[in-house]
């Protein structure tokens, strides 16, 4: 009996861990079909306009979509771009993940044969770093119940560079050197004019 008992809860907490516990990303289906105007290995800036594509693959079975509510695009880390940063690491627990931090558009899910679009204008919030494109499918509850994504399951191809502008200018660069150099001059100027004033005031 109490051994019946303890199976029954353990299977119910594993039900409810399941149901609960955050979604896990190998558990999605690759469903979506996702196209991003940039080109492999094309940089991009701040202001810059991205034109994501988004639909169904059409080569799956009807109904697959039946559960699909809405719908978001998101701009994500490419491998590269997470290297010893933790804070845009990777977790297969989505509640946990950190790959994809940019929400380009959400849309209510629209099932249909026709591609949807919308363009995007890089915002300037958006690190200097290596991306790629994911959409996520959620059903009614909000969960994500399927995805797709501009790049391999790898995350290796179709990846493109956005450069932050708040970088410094080179013109910038150019003028600090020179008030640099100009402080040094200045500075050994005062020195000398004070051991001058010393040795006057010496023989005086
Ligand atoms: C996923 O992360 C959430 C939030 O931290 C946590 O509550 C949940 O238990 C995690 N799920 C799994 C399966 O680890
Ligand atoms: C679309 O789905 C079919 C059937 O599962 C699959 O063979 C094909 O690779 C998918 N296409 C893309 C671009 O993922
Ligand atoms: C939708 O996009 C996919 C992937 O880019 C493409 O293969 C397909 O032809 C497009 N469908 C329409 C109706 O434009």
Same mark, same amino acid.
């Given at each position: 009996?109490?051994?019946?008992?303890?199976?029954?809860?353990?299977?119910?907490?594993?039900?409810? *861990?399941?149901?609960?516990?955050?979604?896990? +990303?190998?558990?999605?289906?690759?469903?979506?079909?996702?196209?991003?105007?940039?080109?492999?290995? *094309?940089?991009?800036?701040?202001?810059?306009?991205?034109?994501?594509?988004?639909?169904?693959?059409?080569?799956?079975?009807?109904?697959?979509?039946? *559960?699909?509510?809405?719908?978001?695009?998101?701009?994500?880390?490419?491998?590269?771009?997470?290297? @010893?940063? !933790?804070?845009?690491?990777?977790?297969?627990?989505?509640?946990?993940?950190?790959?994809?931090?940019?929400?380009?558009?959400?849309?209510?899910?629209? !099932?249909?044969?026709?591609?949807?679009?919308?363009?995007? !204008?890089?915002?300037? @919030?958006?690190?200097?770093?290596?991306?790629?494109?994911?959409?996520?499918?959620?059903?009614?509850?909000? *969960?994500?119940?399927?995805?797709?994504?501009? /790049?391999?399951?790898?995350?290796? /191809?179709?990846?493109?560079?956005?450069?932050?502008?708040?970088?410094?200018?080179?013109?910038? @660069?150019?003028?600090?050197?020179?008030?640099? !150099? +100009? &402080?040094?001059? &200045?500075?050994?100027?005062?020195?000398?004019?004070?051991?001058?004033?010393?040795?006057?005031?010496?023989?005086?």
């Amino acid at each position: 009996m109490a051994s019946r008992i303890l199976v029954a809860s353990i299977l119910v907490f594993s039900l409810l *861990e399941t149901c609960y516990g955050g979604v896990q +990303f190998s558990t999605l289906k690759r469903t979506l079909l996702i196209n991003a105007s940039p080109k492999p290995g *094309e940089l991009l800036k701040a202001g810059d306009m991205v034109t994501v594509t988004w639909g169904l693959n059409q080569s799956l079975p009807a109904g697959i979509d039946d *559960e699909y509510k809405n719908l978001k695009v998101k701009l994500c880390y490419a491998p590269i771009s997470q290297k @010893d940063r !933790a804070w845009r690491k990777t977790v297969n627990n989505l509640s946990k993940d950190k790959t994809c931090q940019f929400t380009i558009v959400t849309r209510p899910y629209k !099932a249909s044969k026709e591609n949807q679009s919308f363009k995007w !204008a890089i915002e300037r @919030d958006v690190p200097t770093a290596t991306y790629f494109v994911r959409a996520y499918a959620y059903n009614s509850a909000g *969960e994500e119940v399927a995805f797709g994504q501009t /790049t391999d399951s790898k995350k290796t /191809t179709y990846l493109f560079d956005i450069q932050a502008i708040t970088g410094r200018h080179p013109s910038l @660069d150019i003028a600090s050197v020179c008030f640099s !150099a +100009f &402080s040094v001059v &200045s500075l050994f100027g005062f020195f000398f004019m004070e051991k001058r004033k010393a040795k006057i005031s010496q023989k005086n």
